[in-house]
């Protein structure tokens, strides 16, 4: 009676030893872990509790139970569960993380973690009875084919391993395999048998690390974010090269997401059957929107090469047909004629105009597209152009002498800005920008100066009318000492120099 009395008071001394030791373990990482990771305590916390209720039952099963061997297994068991899954977190959260401020790759994470608990199943197997080495040297068919079936999971650790070690890509950074030149996704996880990402149509990739190792990897987060792009455009043989690139290369000026601190270049591609083909190069960090980004680079490419009539050619056929009830392509012409006549007879500038001397003009001006976000003219520009709008809108933008530039008017259809520097060849006042798809009517020097030779009573009237929009104009910009002219001598001086611009 008195061995087993002995025996249960050593056994119960081993026992609290343990306890107060992982009770110890579990406070020491509480205290050295970030707040925020705490959380992660809750499963070795239960591993603890599950000792201790182990324990408890130890103390009320005899020794000379069967039971009391499995019970002491068990409260070894979750005691040293808890202690492998406290030591890494100790150790690499509470003192490589918090500490040095080092974070270990979650591949190595895990096999750091795996390894504990092999170590601990050694521990339990001997404390059980049972010696790990037999088992391993006893069972060579088990260790092969155990072996081959874990090929493939060997071969993706391995991999993984060398991706941690050689770094090609990490978490946050766009990539694509294979052939493809195109981002596929975005990297959100690298674990122990595969990499994640997560593709611009948010769905998950799941790769085998034994794949990455095999396939060519291109990041296009590294070195740095800036990708450069090409754009392929064809242009007709009838323009000099080095218009259309102009054309390319100016058509991106202030497109959003296109970096303007490196300039876009335009080169002669091919020679095609159908036209020249030409390539716009130009540099985004928006590596997730650079489909989006293209897109918007084309929208001002077309915008650019309609504005100075440049044609995209492609292989076409030209088919007429003629329907009863369809338009005929006469009246389709006299209806955009009768358009833009209404929309001159609009302009006060032109109230006065006799019909012929309209009629002369709707047949002399021409349609201007615009992307939304383009800029039409800027201030200091020198120009001989009114424009008219006949569809969107635009924001006049007027720098101040300190402070920011201020958006002083929108204007819609109908409306017409640029009258100064039509009539007096006068440089821009102001910024204009598109607000959205917008289409101009352009009356320029040639067009009005015919006019105007037909009508030159007309100068008087229009001089009167910019007199009065230029005071207001100037109430908003930094030139004060021009707001105390009197608007009938602010006339005769527009007058004047309407006169000498069209040399009437």
């Given amino acids: 009676m008195n061995e087993i009395l002995q025996k249960l008071v050593q ?6 030893a343990g306890t107060v030791f992982g009770l110890a373990l579990l406070l020491l990482t509480a205290v050295a872990m970030p707040r925020e990771q705490r959380r992660r305590l809750r499963t070795p916390l239960a591993m603890f509790l599950l000792h201790l209720a182990a324990e408890a039952l130890a103390l009320v099963v005899p020794a000379q139970w069967g039971m009391r061997k499995p019970v002491d297994v068990a409260a070894l068991f979750f005691l040293w569960l808890q202690v492998g899954q406290l030591l890494p977190m100790l150790v690499l959260d509470g003192v490589l993380q918090a500490r040095l401020s080092w974070t270990m790759p979650k591949i190595f994470r895990d096999i750091v973690q795996l390894l504990a608990y092999f ?6 197997l001997h404390a059980s009875g049972v010696e790990p080495g037999s088992l391993l040297t006893t069972s060579a068919l088990l260790t092969a084919v155990i072996g081959l079936s874990l090929q493939d999971t060997l071969g993706n650790l391995f991999a993984g391993l060398a991706i941690q070690v050689q770094r090609p890509f990490e978490i946050g950074d766009f990539v694509q395999l294979g052939d493809s030149v195109e981002p596929l996704g975005r990297v959100i996880e690298i674990n122990w048998r595969a990499t994640k990402l997560l593709t611009n149509d948010r769905f998950e990739i799941i790769v085998p690390n ?3 190792a095999r396939a060519a990897i291109r990041n296009f987060s590294k070195p740095t974010p800036v990708l450069r792009r090409n754009i392929r455009v064809q242009a007709p043989y009838d323009y000099a090269p080095a218009h259309i ?11 959003p997401m296109v970096l303007a601190a490196h300039r876009p270049s335009a080169l002669v591609r091919s020679f095609d059957p159908d036209g020249v083909q030409y390539e716009l190069r130009y540099f985004t960090d928006e590596v997730e929107h650079v489909h989006v980004t293209d897109g918007r680079v084309r929208e001002r490419i077309w915008h650019s090469f309609r504005r100075a009539g440049v044609p995209i050619p492609y292989a076409q056929r030209d088919v007429h047909l003629y329907t009863m009830q369809g338009d005929s392509p006469e009246q389709i012409r006299a209806a955009k004629q009768a358009k833009r006549r209404a929309t001159l007879r609009g302009v006060d500038l032109f109230e006065a105009l006799p019909e012929e001397s309209l009629e002369l003009l709707v047949n002399l ?35 101040q002498a300190q402070g920011p530039a201020q958006e002083v008017a929108r204007l819609g259809p109908g409306n017409f800005f640029g009258e100064m520097s039509l009539l007096t060849g006068a440089a821009r006042t102001a910024t204009v920008r598109a607000v959205a ?44 000492t021009d707001s105390f002219q009197r608007p009938e001598d602010k006339s005769t001086a527009l007058l004047a120099k309407i006169r000498e611009f069209f040399a009437l």
């Fill in 245 to 255: 690139c102009g054309l390319l290369e100016s058509a991106l000026d202030g497109t």
């Fill in 119 to 124: 170590a601990i199943g050694l521990v339990v």
């Fill in 437 to 480: 798809d917008l289409a101009l009517l352009v009356v320029d020097k040639q067009a009005f100066q015919q006019v105007l030779q037909q009508n030159p009573q007309l100068a008087e009237r229009i001089s009167s009318l910019l007199a009065s929009r230029q005071q207001q104009l100037d109430r908003h910009t930094a030139r004060t």
């Fill in 11 to 16: 056994d119960s001394e081993t026992g609290i």
């Fill in 210 to 212: 034994s794949n990455l």
């Fill in 365 to 399: 001006v021409h349609t201007r597209r615009y992307a939304a976000g383009e800029t039409v003219l800027r201030r200091g520009e020198s120009g001989a152009e009114l424009f008219i709008v006949e569809h969107g809108e635009v924001a006049v933008v007027v720098e």
